[in-house]
């Protein structure tokens, strides 16, 4: 008997099918930023970098420098990341075949390139404005700026995003997310806490006024980050409040925006009640900010518990989204990636214990939980790996080593 047969025993002795389980966590798809691949600087800007609302520490040696090589690395990483896969884009990622174009007049054609790559390789896409990283970010604010003209840019900058996901979507024959997010806040005590978000909502009705069937419209809200302390203008309750008053746009959640001892593993299922999609930005956060690479832990799993145990599957969508420069870029992709599927297959292996909890025997309910935990998680997974025809835990990281010292390190 193989270890995968003789631990797919000891799950069937929980009740627990691990063929299912599988297939699920293969079927599910898991969108991958690009912008793990180089900083989030982008195309439209490299000198500039990432800045005014973002910002990427770290300095390790071979970032992908354009579109030729951000597709290469991609593609190494998910030669070690089993599963369905999406590509999460950014408008800074623009690709510029006859010439330059600014935030408020990018079009289609120049995310193109992106759909031919995405169709060649079956991936769909998701896509997001960008608003940062660019001067007409004026005192820190952008869609909430005091400024008309600066408003007035944003606005024309997010329209035109959405109607590149409408036309992304059309091409792929699929939906696309369009999440907004924006760095506007301020590092010390406002004098004004609600004209800023009066003019944010004024301006979100000015964008999303048009609904465009293939797509998701998302507004990612955020708590607190460097530089920007003391007031958030897209908080929590804000954009939970615009979502829900509005039809058709979602409020996304990602991990790393919250109080530190919230969790949104709690929050999904406050979702799910009122809204029938519930996009994720799947990150780690640590302090103050968000945007670690992914780790298997307790939180990461828990979530993807609540995506399993409330049947949100196809309710829940899965973005990753963390940027770390201090590390083998292609290396950090894989670890962040890999861990979000080992999570959700583990998730998927965990006994249903709602009946015990409905019946009042708390008992048995902590008994299985803990039990299952440390059942031989490792073989189903290697088991998993193997069939994706991906590198196994042990074996992945080799490859990727050899793809820094051949292709990386000679990009000086
Ligand atoms: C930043 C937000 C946002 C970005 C990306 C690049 O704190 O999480 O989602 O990370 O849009
Ligand atoms: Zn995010």
């Keep these: 008997m193989t270890r995968f047969e003789s631990a797919k025993q000891i799950y069937q002795s929980f009740g627990i099918d691990v063929d299912k389980a599988m297939a699920a966590a293969s079927a599910m798809p898991i969108s991958i930023h690009c912008w793990q691949g180089d900083d989030v600087v982008g195309f439209d800007n490299p000198q500039g ?14 970032r992908a420098r354009d579109f030729e090589e951000l597709k290469q690395d991609f593609l190494k990483a998910c030669s070690c990341i089993p599963g369905r896969k999406r590509i999460n884009i950014h408008a800074c990622y623009a690709v510029f075949t006859d010439g330059w174009a600014d935030r408020d007049k990018l079009e289609y054609r120049h995310f193109a390139p992106w759909v031919d790559f995405a169709k060649a390789h079956g991936f769909g896409i998701d896509f ?49 997310l369009c999440n907004i997010w924006i760095p506007d806040g301020y590092k ?63 409020p996304l959640l990602d991990n790393g925006h919250y109080h530190p001892t919230e969790v949104v593993s709690d929050k999904i299922a406050a979702m799910l009640p009122f809204f029938d999609k519930v996009p994720l930005h799947v990150t780690r956060g640590v302090r103050w900010d968000s945007d670690h690479v992914v780790i298997f832990e307790d939180e990461l799993r828990e979530i993807m518990k609540e995506v399993v145990r409330n049947d949100a599957m196809e309710k829940v969508l899965i973005g990753l989204d963390f940027f770390d420069a201090s590390i083998d870029r292609v290396a950090a992709w894989v670890i962040g990636a890999r861990n979000a599927r080992k999570a959700l297959l583990w998730a998927l292996l965990q006994p249903d214990l709602k009946k015990e909890q409905d019946e009042g025997d708390f008992t048995r309910r902590l008994a299985m939980m803990e039990d299952a935990k440390t059942l031989p998680f490792g073989d189903i997974w290697a088991e998993f790996c193997k069939c994706h025809a991906v590198p196994e835990d042990g074996a992945w990281y080799d490859e990727i080593l050899e793809y820094e010292k051949t292709v990386l390190e000679a990009r000086i």
């Excluded at 970098?49 to 520490?57: F, L, V, Y």
């Excluded at 609904?211 to 007031?231: C, H």
């Excluded at 309750?237 to 979502?243: Q, R, V």
Aim: hydrophobic share 35%; charged share 25%.
């Design 49 to 62: 970098g990432a800045g005014n609302g973002i910002q990427t520490t770290g300095s390790y040696p071979g």
């Design 128 to 176: 997001n404005p960008t608003v940062f990283s660019h001067p007409m970010i004026k005192d820190g604010l952008s869609l909430s700026s005091p400024h008309e003209n600066v408003r007035s840019f944003w606005v024309e900058h997010c329209i035109r995003c959405r109607e590149i996901a409408q036309k992304i979507g059309e091409a792929l024959d699929d939906t696309a």
């Design 188 to 250: 010390d005590i406002p004098s004004d806490r609600l004209t800023p978000r009066l003019r944010l909502k004024e301006s979100l009705d000015r964008i999303l006024e048009k609904p465009l069937p293939n797509v998701i419209d998302s507004v990612e809200s955020k708590v607190f980050a460097v530089g920007v302390e003391s007031y958030t203008v897209g908080s929590s309750e804000f954009y939970l409040n615009y979502a829900a008053s509005r039809k058709g746009v979602y």
